[in-house]
């Protein structure tokens, strides 16, 4: 059995040895305290919350440290173990003791912090070296670090041995061990089902799901490489704020950074009203995202019909906000001088956009105004869920 990544943690603060996964990670057993420093944490509620999230942090900080690193993470932390065996052996340093897990906990997530941007370059690297960033990867347990081996190994970036042996063996891991307690994210995982004989857009979607549990962002050489398929399966997939992450590429030119859609958008700004509730508009801030990038590094993928369930559904909500900007009738809410006005400055925008996909993409002009005009479409429906009620996003 692989031992978990904080087994050879010393007990009292972590028993880990029967499982992997960061999230499985164990603070003191309270059921049954044992010693004074178990009774004094144990008998605190507020030190017993720290405990255990100390510990989850520790496991997730586990899962993001190379295998060669880990020695000086056990060495750091048996000496933070001295330390609080010193401290918190009696209730009445309760004061002391929470100080002391105070800080513990904010060394653990800056490192934590810190080490997510090592795993995150390594896999950045992957555009460059994939064999290199293949080898990097395999020093890591945690679950993103093999969600990007499957992903390497699938597409055929990297060779192995055993091809569907390996990635079978991966999945497992992810599934039974390192995310084990996220039944909602597991859920949709086997959904997937066999990995190994899931086609690109699936295996993206699984990287997807496996990146939502961290700090690393979607590097942009996912969506130039594959198109459509990755914009899908980064999109709107809950349809609430769990869509938030993981964070999508920033290293772009946005093609709505042409100033005639910098003048649309200040037209297109709500004067009152309370807009759409965040769970709705975590999903269409998710969509509008996945249309900044499509339409900056993909164009041509926007006149593709949509392939996912999810994908269609966000077609859906898209031409029902484009409608609603066309018919718009409430007045109180965005002024008819100012829905004149950027319905009057739409073709502006379109024309610029054209001019910029003919240059900077090469495309022929009547196929430059088509794709230009699907951007518009995804601008205005952007921009539109700014104010628009549930009325016209029910059904998304």
């Known amino acids: 059995m692989t031992r978990s990544p904080l087994c050879w943690f010393p007990s009292l603060v972590l028993t880990l040895c029967a499982v992997a996964a960061p999230v499985h990670a164990q603070s003191l057993d309270c059921r049954k305290p044992s010693g004074v420093v178990a009774r004094a944490v144990c008998g605190n509620a507020d030190l017993r919350a720290r405990d255990e999230q100390l510990a989850e942090a520790l496991g997730t900080l586990g899962a993001y440290t190379p295998r060669p690193e880990r020695d000086a993470l056990k060495q750091t932390q048996s000496t933070w173990l001295a330390e609080r065996d010193r401290t918190c052996d009696d209730k009445a340093k309760a004061k002391a003791c929470t100080a002391l897990y105070e800080k513990r906990s904010e060394d653990v997530a800056m490192q934590s912090q810190a080490a997510q941007k090592r795993l995150a370059a390594v896999a950045a690297g992957i555009l460059k070296d ?73 295996v993206l979607l699984f990287l997807r799901h ?68 965040i769970t709705i508009r975590s999903a269409y801030d998710r969509q509008f995202a996945i249309d900044i990038l499509q339409a900056s590094i993909a164009p041509g993928t926007l006149l593709e019909a949509p392939r996912s369930p999810e994908a269609k559904k966000a077609a859906e909500a898209r031409d029902k906000a484009v409608a609603a900007f066309r018919g718009w009738k409430d007045y109180q809410v965005w002024p008819e001088a100012q829905h004149k006005a950027a319905v009057a400055a739409l073709p502006s925008a379109i024309t610029a956009t054209s001019k910029l996909y003919q240059e900077n993409f090469k495309l022929p002009a009547k196929i430059a105004e088509q794709v230009a005009r699907a951007a518009a479409d995804r601008f205005i429906a952007g921009r539109i869920a700014l104010f628009v009620g549930e009325d016209v996003m029910e059904d998304e």
């Open 210 to 277: 496996a990146l939502s549990t961290t700090e690393l962002d979607a590097p942009c050489f996912l969506f130039a490489k594959h198109g459509l398929p990755a914009f899908e399966a980064f999109g709107p997939f809950w349809g609430g704020s769990r869509d938030d992450m993981p964070e999508l590429c920033h290293d772009i030119h946005s093609v709505y950074d042409l100033p005639e859609w910098k003048k649309l958008a200040a037209l297109m700004e709500p004067a009152g009203g309370p807009g759409p509730e």
């Open 130 to 202: 994939p064999k290199a960033a293949a080898a990097g990867l395999q020093r890591y347990d945690g679950a993103a670090a093999k969600a990007w081996l499957i992903y390497l190994y699938h597409t055929g970036t990297v060779t192995v041995p055993d091809k569907d042996v390996e990635i079978g063996r991966l999945a497992r891991e992810i599934i039974e061990r390192d995310l084990a307690n996220d039944r909602e994210l597991l859920e949709e995982m086997r959904a997937i089902g066999d990995v190994t004989r899931a086609d690109t857009a699936g």
